[in-house]
C-alpha cells in the first residue's frame, strides 16, 4: 500500500510535561489523512500535526456528517506498543460511516496508518502506571457545498493525545426523566459526532445538581437505563451483573462486552437484558445493589457512588469483593501486557 | 458596535453564471465572522471569503457541536434588499445553540454583520424571477481538545450563496417507519447539525426506491407523521389545511408558521394537530386527500405529487384551486415585496 511520509524536522516532544497532561489537549508529532474523493479514497499520508484548511461551506460545519473512534495505546516493560481489539474500532467506524451515508474506510489503511503512526510517534506512548496514547480515528465530510444531502468528499485522520490514568473524581449520576440521547431508528449506536452535542447541555444541568453524568433511558418511556454519559452503564444487583442489550439507540461499546466477556470467564453471572429505573431503585432500597460502574475507552471501568432517580437520591456501598475493580484489574492488565490474554484481544504494533 | 471590515481587492462576480447554479456551491465575495472565547464573543469582522485553518482536534469535528440557519434575501425592483423574519431566524439560531450548550450570539451583531455583508455584497442579489440570496449563519465549536464536553470556543459565521428558484421535479415522499429523526427530549427541534447527518442514509435508501423525501414520523410508535425531509410538512384534507404542531421532535419553521397565518388570513379552515399516517392513508383512499406539500426556507413550498405507505402508493391529483399554489404565490409576493405585507414580516436591509 502507498503511503506518503512527512516527518517532522524536530520533535516537539520535550516541550511536554507528561505528568500534567489535561485529557485530548496536546497531540503527538504527527497525523495520518486520507482524502476521498471522485469516489474513492487517494494515497493516504503522514504528516506533521497542523491546522488545516477547510472552506467555511465545508458540510461538516454544517451537517455534522462525522463519525469517530477512541482507542488506546500502551507500551509494555520490552518497549512493545499494544492496542486493544482494533479490529473491533476498525469494523465499528465503518458501521457508524454507513449509518450516517459516509464512505467505508478500507482496513488495511487503516492498520497501515496506524502503525506507521504509532511506529514515528512511538517515544509518545509512555510507560508509566496508567499512561497510555490515547487514539482518535475520525472521518469528517469536505465538500464545499451547504445543500443537506450527504457530501461527496470526505476527510479521514487519525491523530494521538498522550493521556494519564482518567479519574473523574467521586461520580455520582442522575437518570435522565426529561432529555434522550437517541431514538429507536436514530444513530444512537454509532459513534455520530451529533450524538455527543446533543448530551452536553444535559449533562451540564446534570453537573449544576451535583451530578458527573447523566444515565440516559429510553426515549419512549423514560423507564430503560440505557447508557451513563458517554460509557455504557453496568448494575451489580447481589451478585448478579447487569448491563442493557445493545440496540440501534446503545452503542456497541467495546469495554463493555469485554467486560461482559470477563465476568462470565471470571464466574460472575451476567445479564444482558433491558434494566428498568424501577428495578434499580427498588435493589437500592432493598441494599441488593451492590455496584453501579460506567466502562468504556478512556476511564476503562468508571466506579459510580451514587445516583438520582428524581426526587430520591441513593449512595452506594464500598465493596470490599469489588466486580468494577477485579474487572478493572483484569482487563487494564490485559490492556498493558502484564497478564494473560487469553481471549486474543491484544494487538502488538509491528 | 465595532465591526472589522477588510474588503476583497477584485470581486469574482464575473466569473459567475447566474443562470445555471447549483443550490449552495458558490459563494459571495464577503464572509462575516466572530469567534468566542474567555468567556465572550470577541469583535466581529468581515473579510474576504476564503477557507480557515483549524486544529484537527477542533470540537466541530469530533462532537458535531454546530447550529445554523437558513435565510434568502431578495432585491425588489428599487434594488432594495429585503429579508423574511429575520428575527425569527435570530431567535432560532439561539435556541438551537442553548439546546446544544453553545452560547447565544448577541442580536446587535447577528443584525449589524447582516446588513453590512448584504451591503458589501449587494451584487450578488440578482433580480431576475425567482432570484435571491441564500444566507447561512452558523455557529461552530472550535476549541482544540477532544474531551467529550461542550467547548469552550466558538466562531460564528455568516455565508451567502447566490440561488435561483429551487426546483426539485416531481416529489414523492416515503412514510418513515424504520428510521427516526428525532425523539421526545432529543434535539429535533433544533437546526442541530447532527440532525441532518442522521437523515442522510434514509432518504438515500428512499431515493433508491424512488421516493425524493422521507416523511418522518415518531420514533415511539411511526404511527403519526412529523416532518417532511428538511422541510415541515402540510396535508389538505378536503378543504382543511392540516400540519403537526411543533415539539421538542419538530423544527419551529419560520416557512411552516407563516404559511399556517396566511392560510387563516385567506380564510382556509387550518388545523394543527397530530396528523396520523392512517388517517392520511385512509383520506387518500376515500379521495379525501387533495395536496400534500413541504415547506422550508430553501423550497419555499415544494408540492409533493404522491407518497407510499408501506407497500401502499398513492398518487395525489392536481388541484385547480391549489392551496400550496396560492399560499406559495402569496408568501414569495410578501417575500420580494410585491405584494402588501400586513404581517409586517418583511425587513429591509440598510
Same mark, same amino acid.
Given at each position: ?148 444531502? /450527504?457530501? &461527496?468528499?470526505?476527510?479521514?485522520? *487519525? +491523530? ?9 473524581? %467521586?461520580?455520582? @449520576? ?120 460506567? /466502562?468504556? &475507552?478512556?476511564?476503562?471501568?468508571? *466506579? +459510580? ?9 441513593? %449512595?452506594?456501598? @464500598? ?32
Amino acid at each position: 500500500m502507498a503511503l506518503n511520509i512527512e516527518k517532522i524536522a524536530k520533535s516537539k516532544i520535550s516541550d511536554v510535561d507528561f505528568s500534567n497532561l489535561k485529557f485530548g489537549e496536546i497531540f503527538t508529532d504527527h497525523m495520518f489523512e486520507c482524502d476521498y474523493k471522485d469516489g474513492e479514497w487517494q494515497t493516504p499520508q503522514i504528516r506533521p500535526y497542523q491546522p488545516i484548511a477547510f472552506d467555511p461551506s465545508a458540510k461538516v460545519f454544517h451537517y455534522g456528517q462525522a463519525v469517530f473512534e477512541g482507542m488506546k495505546a500502551y507500551k509494555d516493560k520490552n518497549d512493545d506498543i499494544w492496542l486493544f481489539r482494533p479490529d473491533q474500532n476498525q469494523e465499528r467506524i465503518n458501521k457508524s460511516a454507513e449509518r450516517l451515508d459516509m464512505p467505508a474506510f478500507p482496513k488495511e489503511f487503516f492498520f497501515e496508518g496506524l502503525n506507521e503512526l504509532l511506529k514515528l510517534d512511538s517515544q509518545w506512548v509512555q510507560k508509566g502506571e496508567g499512561d497510555s496514547l490515547y487514539i482518535r480515528p475520525f472521518v469528517i465530510a469536505t465538500e464545499n457545498c451547504v445543500s443537506a444531502s /450527504a457530501s &461527496t468528499n470526505y476527510k479521514f485522520m *487519525i +491523530i494521538c493525545a498522550p493521556v494519564q490514568a482518567y479519574y473523574a473524581g %467521586e461520580v455520582r @449520576v442522575v437518570f435522565a426523566d426529561k432529555y434522550s440521547r437517541s431514538a429507536n431508528g436514530g444513530v444512537g449506536f454509532a459513534k455520530a459526532a451529533g450524538n455527543y452535542a446533543a448530551s452536553f447541555y444535559p449533562a451540564r444541568l446534570a453537573a449544576e445538581q451535583g451530578y458527573q453524568q447523566v444515565v440516559w433511558t429510553d426515549a419512549s418511556t423514560h423507564e430503560y437505563l440505557e447508557e451513563a454519559g458517554t460509557m455504557n452503564v453496568f448494575f451489580r444487583v447481589n451478585d448478579t451483573l447487569i448491563t442493557a442489550p445493545t440496540s440501534d439507540r446503545i452503542l456497541d461499546g467495546v469495554t463493555r462486552k469485554s467486560l461482559i466477556q470477563l465476568a462470565e470467564d471470571e464466574g460472575i453471572k451476567v445479564e444482558v437484558r433491558p434494566v428498568s429505573r424501577q428495578e434499580i431503585v427498588e435493589a437500592a432500597k432493598k441494599g441488593e445493589l451492590k455496584e453501579m460502574f460506567g /466502562a468504556g &475507552t478512556a476511564a476503562v471501568i468508571s *466506579i +459510580i457512588q451514587g445516583f438520582a432517580d428524581q426526587d430520591q437520591k441513593f %449512595e452506594l456501598p @464500598v465493596m470490599e469483593d469489588s466486580y468494577a475493580l477485579r474487572l478493572k484489574t483484569r482487563l487494564t492488565g490485559i490492556q498493558q501486557n502484564k497478564l494473560e490474554d487469553k481471549f486474543n484481544w491484544t494487538y502488538k504494533v509491528r
